[in-house]
């Protein structure tokens, strides 16, 4: 897993602003320095992967926000952006909302599924921020005894 930017200042304005001030328009410079970033890191994956979000989210918010990232470091990194084999299958709590990383955990348990056969070879799951780590390990384990693999991970900031 690899953050490109530590969750204060202008990274976590810039965070509020695609994720609850519905301006979609920062995806692009978010998902550039993603792109720099995984060029640099260069793990072997072979397909991009937004995590998803519950179908009221994306409904209220107009969009996924990690999908918009993820379209745009796919497009930069020339990898193929697979959209939907990943699915959030129970709608939980926001995350931000749990004291603690237990909590993040039980929270995300089980509400992720596969649609179908997921892409074989590495996949990149793609989050705006990572707290705890709960959420990306929570689908990187439905990819993993799904079949795909290896799972690696990359988010625009983390909490420090």
């Not at 550039?32 to 072997?44: D, E, G, N, V």
């Not at 193929?80 to 084999?85: D, G, M, Q, S, T």
């Amino acid at each position: 897993m690899r953050a490109v930017y530590v969750y204060e200042g202008p990274a976590r304005d810039a965070v509020h602003a695609l994720k609850y001030r519905g301006v979609s328009a920062v995806a692009r410079e978010m998902a550039s320095s993603m792109a720099t970033a995984l060029q640099a890191w260069s793990p072997l994956v072979t397909v991009v992967m937004p995590v998803p979000i519950a179908g009221h989210r994306r409904r209220l918010r107009g969009y996924n926000q990690t999908e918009l990232l993820a379209a745009e470091v796919a497009r930069d990194s020339r990898l193929p952006l697979v959209r939907r084999a990943l699915r959030k299958c129970l709608s939980t709590a926001p995350q931000v909302q749990q004291p603690d990383e237990e909590a993040r955990r039980r929270n995300v348990a089980g509400s992720f599924n596969c649609r179908g056969r997921p892409p074989a070879g590495g996949v990149l799951l793609i989050d705006d921020v990572i707290t705890t780590g709960a959420t990306l390990d929570a689908c990187a384990r439905v990819l993993l005894n799904a079949g795909s693999g290896p799972v690696f991970a990359l988010t625009f900031a983390r909490e420090d």
